[in-house]
């Protein structure tokens, strides 16, 4: 749930993990902390990557944090039709890869750097 300006709203984030997450390959801007954060505020939180979905689960089986999906690019649509939110975000670092692929499931698009500036990151994680 989103708490700031009074607003209640769900909120859904899908992170590409290579170059958007410090875990990837190669290693992006957003800590894991951000999708932990998230997660204990009540967004819904996954991972959206070319990875193979068992790494995907693996990795965050090792950062102690439970997905609520962890899918390949081509499933986001499946995504957003498995899980009720106001909000659906993407978060990626390839123009084609994620910020396409997001438009075509619906899904707004940020680059990792716009995620930190967002208000309810400043909300949630400021504190
Ligand atoms: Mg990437």
Request: charged share 30%; glycine share 8%; hydrophobic share 40%.
């Amino acid at each position: 749930m989103e708490r700031y300006a009074g607003l209640r709203r769900t909120i859904l984030i899908s992170f590409d993990i290579d170059g958007t997450l410090e875990e990837g390959d190669p290693p992006g801007i957003l800590a894991i902390d951000f999708v932990r954060e998230a997660q204990k505020d009540g967004f819904v939180v996954g991972s959206c990557s070319d990875r193979p979905i068992s790494a995907q689960r693996a990795m965050w089986e090792r950062h102690g944090i439970e997905v609520d999906f962890a899918v390949s690019k081509h499933m986001l649509a499946e995504v957003k039709s498995q899980f009720s939110a106001d909000v659906y975000y993407h978060i990626g670092d390839r123009e084609d890869l994620d910020k396409r692929v997001a438009e075509q499931a619906g899904f707004a698009f940020l680059w990792p750097h716009e995620a930190l500036a967002k208000p309810w990151h400043k909300a949630s994680f400021r504190r």
